[in-house]
RNA sequence: GCGCCCAUAGCUCAGGGGACAGAGCAACUGCCUUCUAAGCAGUAGGUCGCAGGUUCAAAUCCUGCUGGGCGCGCCA
């Protein structure tokens, strides 16, 4: 039992705290998108009260309105007796049976049924009129469909990849980003107001960037056949002879004339400029745009880390020893001290990131989220800490961090080394399988979940594999749509008669279809990216189903009317759940 | 040694208090004169790593094991 540690980390559970949500979410937590679904939990809220008579001050937030698993447990699920159960300490059955006499005595008029079972569910059956609304809405919606405002507005910064600048994107970087780009469409979806932003880690001070920089200036000397060592422990993958490459074709041999020192520090300077353009143009390629790309070493100039550093002192969670200056992070509940200023009088990473954190506030945002590679997990704490020092509630600051990504290559794993140069890198991922199959794949497990990525086999799967089967399901309705350009008109779809959508396929997809919001929803605030990948695949599976059995264009006008209505609804919700993982809807295939 | 993550079908993984544990791939059987077969239907496949505990209810929460991955600098 570690409540304490709990209580002092409560950054720690990965995802938007509950009572967060709750406080947005009255109650249930699980609340929807629709109309149906709100009236439903107002009623199961109405007749706790009433049964209860006293309610409760805080309604349990483990009761939830859920669909269920099986269409023959309704529409719609509770498990408020369950629940309730254990405070009035009677059966579960026997407290179902109690709330159902109350509903049934003063239903809403789009309930047909309510039901007992199980252990103590309580199931809605609702007049099909409700899917047939939720068409509706999806068609009438202007693609806001599966948007809410949990988030009012409230400004969040994100800031996921931060690759150091002496290196290409590699496939780590690679989930690192689809996850943050991702969940920024997610909380943007609900009503969040996101800034996407890449930390550079620039500092001019930095021993690595020196490093980059000889090695740099190394390879450009011998591509000129000069003979120059790359440092030992420098850099010596490929990227760095084409690097030089690119600017002994641009530039000639201009450099060669330089005093050392001057052509170190322009080698430095070059090889980042161009490292962070090779890095932005990857990103992009991979459908990823940061809104900023900001750099530690403006931090730096702009005495901010002094800033950082006088704050902490001043707040009195500093001590000097051996030379240096420490930050008491044990009192925030890491396992030791750690040194902000080294005894050389050089300020350590963990100073710039705190005077990071601190201008992130300072802009403004309500929340952080920081997104790390495995490689960084052990500075959650003192980050936090750190955070925490400079006075700013741990609640504000979310750090996750994902877990590894290995390249499987005929059946046998590669590992990401930097400096010796045998990492795989994001290009080479996307030049495989491209852009709509690399970001699906990497969100088809959760963030703290390994990850083998199996090149060949996403490459020999082409053809089956779980992105071109949604996709598919978005090039059929297309297909239809455009031989029935006639009659599905966004007027004559508006008049379809829905009520004619009564095939087992065609509920089972308005079902799925009217899922969205809460899909969503949970996948933002669970900060559960991977969570939509699942729903699409489901999604695409309904609709073939019902492509099978029912045929839409027939000599039936009216039929044929209410199916090119479904089919462009769901059209709609395929374009925005394709749009949230930025995958493409192509028209053909 | 300490910290984080993982262990569920042959393989890769979802599910993270609730109703008979799911999907994709692989295997087997069917379905194209009709809107795209990149599809559909069906069969087979599981002591949810092990042992305790909490609960009306545990794959899910807690404790302890076992096995694996990653990390643990006055590097960034």
Redesign the pocket.
Same mark, same amino acid.
């Given at each position: 039992?570690?409540s304490h540690k709990s209580d002092l980390y409560p950054a720690f559970h990965s995802r938007l705290p509950l009572c967060e949500l709750r406080a947005i979410i009255p109650f249930p937590r699980k609340i929807g998108g629709n109309m149906i679904r709100k009236q439903l939990t107002s009623f199961i809220r109405r007749t706790i009260v009433d049964v209860l008579e006293k309610m409760p001050a805080d309604i349990p937030a483990?009761i939830h309105l859920?669909t269920?698993?099986?269409k023959?447990?309704?529409d719609f699920?509770t498990?408020t007796a369950?629940?309730l159960?254990?405070q009035l300490k009677k059966?579960?059955r026997e407290v179902a049976g109690e709330l159902l006499a109350k509903m049934q005595g003063s239903p809403p008029g789009f309930i047909e049924r309510i039901e007992i079972?199980?252990?103590?569910?309580i199931?809605f059956f609702l007049n099909p009129d409700w899917l047939h609304e939720c068409v509706r809405a999806i068609l009438n919606g202007n693609g806001s469909y599966g948007r809410c405002n949990i988030g009012e507005g409230r400004r969040v910064l994100i800031e996921f990849v931060s690759a150091?600048p002496n290196g290409p994107i590699h496939i780590g970087h690679g989930r690192g980003g689809v996850i943050g780009d991702v969940l920024a469409n997610l909380l943007e979806a609900i009503g969040y107001e996101v800034d996407r932003e890449f930390y550079i880690?620039d500092?001019a001070?930095?021993?690595?960037m020196q490093k980059f920089g000889r090695s740099l200036e190394a390879r450009y000397f011998q591509l000129q056949g000069i003979e120059k060592e790359i440092p030992e422990d420098g850099y010596h993958g490929d990227y760095v002879t084409d690097l030089a490459r690119e600017i002994l074709d641009a530039e000639g041999a201009r450099y060669n004339d330089m005093s050392n020192e001057d052509r170190l520090r322009t080698f430095t300077n070059l090889a980042q400029e161009k490292m962070i353009e090779h890095q932005r143009e990857t990103l992009e390629r991979f459908g990823i745009t940061f809104d900023n790309w900001f750099s530690?070493q403006t931090l730096v100039e702009a005495g901010r880390v002094e800033q950082a550093i006088e704050a902490l002192k001043a707040r009195g969670h500093t001590y000097e020893?051996?030379?240096?200056l420490w930050l008491r992070s044990t009192e925030f509940g890491d396992?030791k001290d750690?040194?902000l200023v080294?005894?050389?009088g050089?300020p350590?990473?963990?100073a710039s990131d705190v005077a990071y954190h601190t201008n992130k506030f300072e802009r403004g945002y309500d929340l952080l989220i920081d997104i790390w590679g495995?490689?960084?997990?052990?500075?959650m704490i003192r980050t936090t800490a750190a955070a925490q020092a400079v006075g700013y509630a741990p609640e504000r600051l979310h750090i996750f961090?994902h877990?590894?990504v290995r390249l499987l290559s005929e059946g046998e794993l590669v590992?990401a080394s930097k400096r010796a140069g045998d990492l795989v890198t994001l290009d080479e991922i996307l030049d495989a399988v491209g852009k709509d199959v690399a970001r699906f794949f990497y969100l088809?497990?959760?963030h703290?979940?390994?990850?083998?990525f199996d090149l060949d086999l996403a490459r020999k799967? +082409?053809?089956?594999?779980?992105v #071109?089967?949604v996709q598919?399901a978005h090039?059929?309705i297309?297909?239809?749509l455009r031989?029935a350009e006639d009659t599905a008109s966004e007027r004559s779809l508006a008049a379809a008669d829905l009520s004619l959508l009564n095939h087992e396929t065609e509920v089972s997809l308005m079902r799925k279809l009217a899922d969205l919001p809460e899909e969503v929803k949970l996948a933002a605030a669970e900060y559960?990216p991977?969570?939509l990948t699942?729903y699409a695949?489901e999604l695409? +599976?309904s609709f073939?189903?019902f #492509?099978?059995?029912?045929?839409?264009?027939s000599d039936d006008d009216a039929l044929t009317l209410a199916r090119l209505a479904l089919l462009r609804a769901t059209q709609i919700v395929l374009q925005v759940t394709l749009g949230l993982l930025g995958v493409d809807s192509p028209?053909?295939?």
């Open positions: 039992m570690d483990d859920e269920p698993p099986r023959d447990y309704g699920s498990n369950m629940v159960a254990s059966p579960p079972a199980g252990p103590g569910f199931n150091n880690n500092a001070t930095s021993g690595q530690e020893e051996d030379g240096a396992d750690r040194v080294r005894n050389n050089v350590t990473y963990l495995p490689d960084h997990h052990g500075y961090v877990q590894i590992r088809m497990r959760s703290d979940s390994h990850l083998d799967e +082409s053809q089956e594999n779980p #071109y089967y598919y090039a059929r297309c297909s239809i031989d559960a991977h969570r699942r695949q695409a +599976s073939h189903c #492509y099978t059995e029912c045929r839409v264009l028209e053909r295939m």
